[in-house]
Each structure stands twice: as structure tokens, then as C-alpha cells.
């Protein structure tokens, strides 16, 4: 109490002066907090004190006591003797002090409290208000302290602490502070731009928990692990097998944390530009500071860079920015490919192909042109072809033929980035390009939509093929592979693997999947008569589906045969060259007397199965005449040994029975979904049963779909363009295997380039457009002294076959006589003499040996 009493005295004391220098006083107060847990109802305002002495006379205290002071209150803040609301508005308030070591300790306390109040538990309480709270902090008029709560902000989004729209609007809103740096620390959070080194060292604090976010600790290694048990003494050995214990706990909470899905990749959902909540006015007004001017063109940059990615995400119209850029859409302009990808990532299908004509236009004329440099060329090409793929409407057909044309240029990369621009228009619009462009089997009829003409999805997409697949009783996953004949080996194989795959579907279709019967004991099964029936039938079922043709050469010889048969054959005779239509309805009417599972099972297949399932059928099967028993016999005529006959109430039975009649009645809807949409003559002349049927529901009307059914719905997609791309090339029947083989497998290479082209174009406005994306890989051009470099380096040891004067030159004897006369000091008068004379000399060695002089007359 002493002690409160002298703080008391010397604070008064402290507040007539306080620019005075206080060790004592900053002491006792540092003394007060350590011990103010102990006196909870005695110093009750001790705290408040604190804070008011800061808040008012932050300006003109000591730094040294201004220091002792906060960490006075960060102490009480730490114990939970003061609430956060308390002491937080006070420190954002003191980041406008001119002292860097205090706005080092404020942001590491503040980033650390609100860390660890969401530790366990999300606070939204108290991040409700400091996040209210700090659209004050970010608009504050003094730069420091908008600059340190700005940072606050990206930190705890960094730190995966605050990761909600609430946290990107604040920060949004600092956008438009008057100061461009903190305008430039916006535009470098929205680009990802912020997740360098904190030079404050504000991640001391995660050390703690492994490492930097981004790095995953490891475990120890098998050296550390032999060192800590075996190598040095016992203290030193305790020592490394507890740095040990601890490394190995660290890595097990990072895997626990993993597993939660609590690390950087689990929080991280979706990106900061996704969470704003008027993306539009956001634009809007980032634009209008861009028109303005005043900041650097390093701002500028970063801001057109912002602006075209909200835009492009958001799909939103702000048409001044189209011409805004085409100013800066020239070869020699400062980081122009950077300028060309905000263009780019400005584009998308909303855009009114009127607008960006022009900047189109621009950009051919400046970048495209045959006394551009190679490295333009290409550039310009390639953002050409960006645009088009997000705006096709864009770009006409005259200019598409002449940029077409440089796919035969000298310089590889300028014909590479042509022939990109080709393929581009090879899936979006092929009838634009020439004839010898457009590739073997192009679809003309593929075209991008109209402007304005927005595609509504009335379904899932892919889910008529699910649905489709179902409906025609293909329920595995090998049914989805195009087959082509390569796997079959021989017909009795075949016959066996299909028969056992039937047997399997319909087993699955029942329900029934771990039914253990003995079957597969190796011995005899007891099978009825009826079970035998169906079991041969849906044998030939198969064998007519796998071998098309050997069918139709059967019925044909069966019809020839036929004229002298027996009058069931003569019966069907006829019904051979009907349509399937018709045979259909003579099942039925025949099957209508019968058992109904017999009848089912016939009425199930379609009009060329189910003849080429009795033909066979009369062919491969025999009737007993007498008992119930029945009897398989093959095509050598060996016939099985005779099988007891099984009892019809069996558990086994009945399941097999129930498969079979569900596996009827589905072929059977599938048989008559087609002839739904005819006009009613199939309904007219059979017995009525599919006549005002309403239209099937869709699949994902009736049930949900689950992650199954997506799966199978894109190798139904697979599928579908696998045979769309064989269609396209065509493939003959009497083709070998190894063609078939290598033609599915180009096929399926188109298929897969497809659907990632498809899967691009979908997600396209998502995409981050890069400026090195748009730069080809030219070789770096030489100065003089490098080529000349160049030139001589291979030349080394060739003197000895250069030219007797360069040899000449480079003697080691000593002077020749003509070079000692030359060099001789005589007077002026002998050196003229000796001048003429070899003057003389020269002239008369110049006329030949016959010379006569001239003639006189």
C-alpha cells in the first residue's frame, strides 16, 4: 500500500512535467502491474492511470518511458487483468508516435493477442470489433499508422487467422487512402505480392509451432536418432534425446494439424479478390484514382493490374478501360507485356466485341508486322490469342487469315505462337479459318454464341449420359471403355466371360453380393428347367451382341434353309426379314400365355437380339420329354451329365429369379423409351402398354448424385469424345489389331486434349494471366565485341595458313636492308635523291623486256 501511495504522489508529480525524463517513476510502475494481481480491488484503476498518461501525452514523453509504459499494459493485457477492446483502440492510436522500436513492439503484441484469442476457438466477438474498429485505423490521415494497421490486417490474413469478407472489405476500403504507399500495400495484397519476409520479425512467434507457414517440419534423421544413444557422454546424451522428444512431438502436431485440415492449404479457400462485397464501385473507383495521375508508373502498374483481375473474376463492365490501356499498347513502352495481361485478364464474353475492335486493332498494327523484331512478333501473337479465347467475337475473318499466314515464318517462335492461334480457332470456331487450317474432321457446326446469348443449364451437367447408361443396363465401369474387339481372344472364351458377367450383373441388380451357395465348389449345380432356359438365353444374347455379322450370315442361311422346314420355321422365316418392331410385339403376344418370368425375359431384348437369342437358342438347346430335370447340350454334341433339378423355393432360386425379372423389366423400358417418340404405330399394333406413358424423370430429380456417379459421368464424357474422335478419323473393319490399338490410343490423346480445353475455356476468367506467359524463348541478341568474340574463337592455331604478309609482320630477325635504309637519318637532299631513284626504278620495272621507247617521226 506504501508503495501504491508513493506511485500515486510521483504520478502527480510525473503530470506537471512530463516531458521530463522519469527512470524512477517508469520503475514503480513496471513494479505496480508485476504485482497488481495481487491487490485486484486496492488498484482497480491502476491500469486506466496507464492508459490515460499514454493517451494524452503520447507525443511528448520520453521514448524510453513511453516503451516501459505500454509494456506496463501488455503485461496486464497478457495476465487477463484488462480486456482487449480496452487497450487495443490505444495502441493503433500510438503507431502515429515517430518511434520505430514502439511501433515493432505494438504490432507483435497485437498480432500475437488476437492469435491467441482465436487459438482454440474462433472470438467473433472481438473480432467483430476490431475489425469495425479498424476502418478507422486504415483511413487515419497519418500515413505510419494507416501503413501499420494495414499490415496488422495482412498479417492476420497470412497467419490464416481472419480469412473473411469482412477482413478484404476493411482492407478494400484502404485502397483509397490519400497516400500512395498505402495505396500500393492494397494493390500488393490483392496480387499475392505480400507473403515476402517481414523484416519486423513478427514471425518469431510461430517457431513454436515448426517453422515458417509454409515449411512442414521433419522428422529427426537416422544420424541425429544413433548420435542421441550412442555418441558422447551421459549429460551430453540426455541433452539430444531430449532436443529429440521435442522434435519428434513438433512434427507430430503438424501432422495432427494437417489432418484437422487447420494448415495453410485447409484455410485457404478461396482468394481475397473472390470475397469483396461491391466489386463493381470497387473498380469503378480504383479507375477513377487511375485517370487521375500523380502516382508512379509502378502504382499505376500495380493498379490497372488489380483492376483487370476484379474485373475478369467478376465478369463486370467498365468500358473506359479498354481504351485507357490501348495507350499503353506499344512495343517500346515500359513493361508492356505486363500491360498486355491486364488487357487480357480484363477480357471475357460480357465484353461488347465493339469495344476491344479497337484495342485489337492497336495491338495487331503496333506488334504484328513484318519489320517488327521476332520477339514483338511474338508477343503480340499470343496476346492475340488470349483475347480471342475469352472474346471470340473480337476477331474477324480477314484478319485471322492474315495472321494465319505467319505460321510459315523464319523465326520459330513467331510460326509456333501462329500455329497456337490456329488450334485456338480449331476448337472455338473452325469455319473461320481455311480450309487446309481447319484439320481433318473439323465440326463446323462448333461456334461461340452470340453476344448476349448467356447458355442456361437446365441440368447436370453429363447426367443424361449417366442416365442413359443406366437405362440400357450398363452398370460396371469396364461398360464405359470404347472397345474395339482387341481383348476378345476366342468365341468360347468370350461366350464364358460375357455369360459370367451377365450372371454377375444380374446378381448385383438383385441386391444380393456376398450369397454363398456353393456354387463355386467345382461341382455339379442344381438348376431347373427354367433356369436353364433363361441362362441360354441370355448366353445368346451375348454371342449375338459380340459378333454382329456371324449373326446375320446364321439367319440368312437359316432363312434359305428354312423353306424346308418345319412349320415353326416357317413361322419365323418371315419374322427374319420384319423389323424389330414387329418382332417385339410377336414375343409378347406369344409370351402372354406363358410363365411371366419366361415372358419377361423374351420381351426384354430387341428385335435382332431376340431372334438371334432363339436361333441360337434351337440350335444349342434340347428339350427332355420326360421328368422336370433339364439338360445342356453343345455345339460338338456332347451333352452335360444330368443335373438333379433344385428346388423352385430355395433361397438361391428365388434371388436368381427376382435378378432375371428386374434385369427384363429394365431392358424392357429401355427397349421402349425410342419408340415413345414415334407416332403410335408400335403402340397401335402391340399390346398398348407403353401408349401415354409420361416422359422419364431426370436422374437428378429423382435422387441425389454422389461422388460415384461424377466419376462415371466423366468417363461417360471420356467416352463419348474417344468415339466422336474415332468417328472423326474413321476406322475400316478389317483393320488389324495393332491399328485399332494405336488409332484408340490417338483417340483417346484427342479426347484428353479436349476435355482439358473445354475444362480451360470454363474456367478461364479465373485464371492469373502472367507477363513472362506472353514472352517467347529468343536467343539474347550480341553486341559487337561479343560476336566479333564469337567470330574468333574458333580460329586459334590457323596462323601458319594465313597470308605471307600477316607473317611478314609478325617476324623475329632482325631488319631487312630496305628497312634499315628506310629508317637511315641522312639529309633532306639525299633522302629526295634517294626517293627518285627508286621512283626511276619502279618505272622501269613496270615496262616490259621488248620496249622500245617511243616512236618519233
Known sequence: ?????????????????????????????????????????????????VAALLDTHQSVLEPGLRRTLVGALILMRNRGQVEAMTVLPLFFRLFRCQDKALRQQLFRHIVADLKAANRKTRNERLNRAVQNFMYSVVSDENEAAAKRGLAVLTEMWRRHVWRDARTVNVIASAAFHKSPRVLLAVMKFFLGQDRDADDDGSDADSDDEGGGEGKKPTGPSKEDIYAAYHKGTRSSKKKKQAKLKRVLATVKKASRKGERGGGANGAESFAAIHLLHDPQSFSERLFGRLGKGGERFETRLAV???????????????????????????????????????????????????????????????????????????????????????????????????????????????????????????????????????????????????????????????????????????????????????????????????????????????????????????????????????????????????????????????????KGADAEDEEEGPSSSGDGEEEEEEEEEGASGSDAEEGSLEASGSGSGSEEGESDEDEEEEEDGGGGGGRRVSKKGKTAPQKPAADPNSLSSLKRRLAEAQAAKKRRRASEEPAAGDSGEAGGEGEGEGEGAPPALPIEAERFLTQEDFERIKRLKQKALVEAALAKHGIASAASKAKKAKMLEAAEEEAAEAMAMRERLAAIGEAKVQATDLVGRHKARKDKAARLASVLEGREGREKFGARSSLKKKKTAGLSEREKQRKKVMPMAARVAQIRRRNAAARGRGRGKNFKGHVRG
Open 1 to 49: 500500500m506504501l508503495q501504491y501511495r508513493h506511485y500515486q504522489a510521483l504520478l502527480e508529480i510525473f503530470k506537471l512535467r512530463p516531458s521530463k525524463e522519469s527512470k524512477e517513476f517508469g520503475d514503480l510502475v513496471m513494479f505496480m502491474a508485476q504485482v497488481s494481481r495481487a491487490y485486484p480491488k486496492t488498484m482497480t484503476g491502476f491500469a486506466g492511470e
Open 304 to 562: 490497372m493490374m488489380v483492376v483487370s483481375r476484379v474485373i475478369g473474376v467478376h465478369k463486370l463492365l467498365v468500358l473506359n478501360f479498354y481504351p485507357y490501356l490501348q495507350k499503353y499498347i506499344a512495343p517500346h513502352q515500359r513493361d508492356v507485356t505486363a500491360v498486355l495481361a491486364a488487357l487480357v485478364q480484363a477480357t471475357h464474353d460480357l465484353v461488347p466485341p465493339d469495344v476491344l475492335a479497337p484495342v485489337m486493332r492497336q495491338l495487331v498494327d503496333q506488334f504484328v508486322h513484318d519489320k517488327a523484331r521476332p520477339e514483338v512478333m511474338t508477343v503480340g501473337l499470343k496476346a492475340v490469342r488470349e483475347l480471342v479465347l475469352r472474346c471470340p467475337l473480337v476477331m474477324g475473318p480477314e484478319l485471322l487469315g492474315d495472321l494465319a499466314q505467319y505460321k510459315k515464318f523464319r523465326e520459330k517462335e513467331v510460326a509456333a505462337a501462329a500455329r497456337g492461334l490456329i488450334a485456338a480457332f480449331r476448337d472455338i470456331n473452325p469455319e473461320m479459318l481455311a480450309k487446309k487450317d481447319r484439320g481433318r474432321g473439323a465440326d463446323l457446326a462448333l461456334k461461340p454464341r452470340e453476344y448476349g446469348d448467356s447458355g442456361v443449364a437446365t441440368r447436370v451437367d453429363g447426367a443424361e449420359l449417366l442416365q442413359q447408361a443406366l437405362a440400357e443396363g450398363r452398370t460396371g465401369s469396364d461398360d464405359d471403355e470404347v472397345d474395339l474387339g482387341l481383348s476378345s481372344s476366342d468365341e468360347g472364351e468370350e461366350g464364358e466371360e460375357e455369360e459370367e458377367g451377365e450372371d454377375s450383373d444380374l446378381e448385383s441388380l438383385s441386391g444380393d453380393e456376398g450369397e454363398e451357395d456353393g456354387s463355386g465348389s467345382g461341382e455339379w449345380e442344381e438348376v431347373s428347367e427354367e433356369d436353364e432356359e433363361a441362362r441360354a438365353e441370355a448366353e445368346a444374347q451375348a454371342k449375338a451382341k459380340a459378333d454382329g455379322k456371324g449373326a446375320k450370315a446364321r439367319r440368312a442361311n437359316a432363312g434359305r434353309k428354312g
